[in-house]
Nanobody, 123 residues
Framework: VQLQAYGGGLVQAGGSLRLSCAASGRTLSRAAMGWFRQAPGKEREFVATISWNGARRDYADSVKGRFTISRDNAKNTVYLQMSSLKPEDTAVYYC?????????????????WGQGTQVTVSS
């Protein structure tokens, strides 16, 4: 599986961005998907996850109410809609495919990772 994340960029605080993660080589439809992020000098952290059929979702407390994860299995794509962005959301965002169908926040449960897309939020 190859994952390609895109949609990052520079945005002012309070703005919005939508990240996309397109998969090739293998279907995403039977696996949970997740978004993680890594800020400079910090460890990679969980952002959001969605179950294989989109019925269940979970978010990090820091993004609840501001970010929404979704998926379109027909397009083999996962999305992360980010609103009310804050400077502390600045990071490289990674999408990942889990080894199980149900959602999980554990990085170790994700076998495939995209290359990351930079999100920078200016104050």
């Amino acid at each position: 599986v190859q994952l390609q994340a895109y949609g990052g960029g520079l945005v002012q605080a309070g703005g919005s961005l939508r990240l996309s993660c397109a998969a090739s080589g293998r279907t995403l439809s039977r696996a949970a998907m997740g978004w993680f992020r890594q800020a400079p000098g910090k460890e990679r952290e969980f952002v959001a996850t969605i179950s294989w059929n989109g019925a269940r979702r979970d978010y990090a407390d820091s993004v609840k109410g501001r970010f929404t994860i979704s998926r379109d299995n027909a397009k083999n794509t996962v999305y992360l809609q980010m609103s009310s962005l804050k400077p502390e959301d600045t990071a490289v965002y990674y999408c990942a495919r889990a080894v199980m169908p149900e959602l999980t926040t554990l990085p170790s449960a994700y076998a495939y990772w995209g290359q990351g897309t930079q999100v920078t939020v200016s104050s």
